[in-house]
T-cell receptor
Framework: EAQVTQNPRYLITVTGKKLTVTCSQNMNHEYMSWYRQDPGLGLRQIYYSMNVEVTDKGDVPEGYKVSRKEKRNFPLILESPSPNQTSLYFCASSFPPYMERGGLNTQYFGPGTRLTVL | ELKVEQNPLFLSMQEGKNYTIYCNYSTTSDRLYWYRQDPGKSLESLFVLLSNGAVKQEGRLMASLDTKARLSTLHITAAVHDLSATYFC???????????FGKGTKLSVKP
């Protein structure tokens, strides 16, 4: 089944304790990205990646790191989490427009990771 | 700076009625997306609109795009309870998966 998976789905942690949220897709997509969703703010992009070893900052990258060593995986790293990073996180993947019929660039979202930082 | 504004942010409808959600964006974009999110769930892609005048329909939902006005609409026809969800529009800043989202419209359809 074509899907984007995230782990863990739920995480409660404490300030300063490094954590990694994994994201994996099995659709051979070039593009991957991370978003956070907060009430009243919609989704905001944290980082995006166009291919292996190619990443760029989104709108709210502060306090986050990413790596793209393999095409299928795009982990999100919080080196020193703080309470303001408590949020719902989504990973997404897609083909580049030129690789999808009609140039659509349809985004596929993972199930989400609910993170609480105490 | 690209901004995306949706309105209304909250919409309470009666079953059987029609309504429209609006999505305005501030600068030129290659594509416009509509997503649906059910409570506690992930985002589901509804439509991707590429060109001026594009119109797509799926069931009771119809999306259109006016690139000159930088406006997309999501029209709901004869609403049913199953359409209750939050709807997001998003625009692509450069065909690289670099999306910016609106704040979402929470739709509640009541009998």
């Amino acid at each position: 089944e074509a899907q984007v998976t995230q782990n863990p789905r739920y995480l409660i942690t404490v300030t300063g304790k490094k954590l990694t949220v994994t994201c994996s897709q099995n659709m051979n997509h070039e593009y991957m990205s991370w978003y956070r969703q907060d009430p009243g703010l919609g989704l905001r992009q944290i980082y995006y990646s166009m291919n292996v070893e190619v990443t760029d900052k989104g709108d709210v990258p502060e306090g986050y790191k990413v790596s793209r060593k393999e095409k299928r995986n795009f982990p999100l790293i919080l080196e020193s989490p703080s309470p303001n990073q408590t949020s719902l996180y989504f990973c997404a993947s897609s083909f580049p427009p030129y690789m999808e019929r009609g140039g659509l660039n349809t985004q596929y979202f993972g199930p989400g990771t609910r993170l609480t930082v105490l | 700076e690209l901004k995306v504004e949706q309105n209304p942010l909250f919409l309470s409808m009666q079953e059987g009625k029609n309504y429209t959600i609006y999505c305005n964006y501030s600068t030129t974009s290659d594509r416009l997306y509509w997503y649906r999110q059910d409570p506690g769930k992930s985002l589901e892609s509804l439509f991707v609109l590429l060109s001026n005048g594009a119109v797509k329909q799926e069931g009771r939902l119809m999306a259109s795009l006016d690139t000159k006005a930088r406006l997309s609409t999501l029209h709901i026809t004869a609403a049913v309870h199953d359409l209750s969800a939050t709807y997001f529009c998003a625009v692509d800043r450069g065909s690289q998966g670099n999306l910016i989202f609106g704040k979402g419209t929470k739709l509640s359809v009541k009998p």
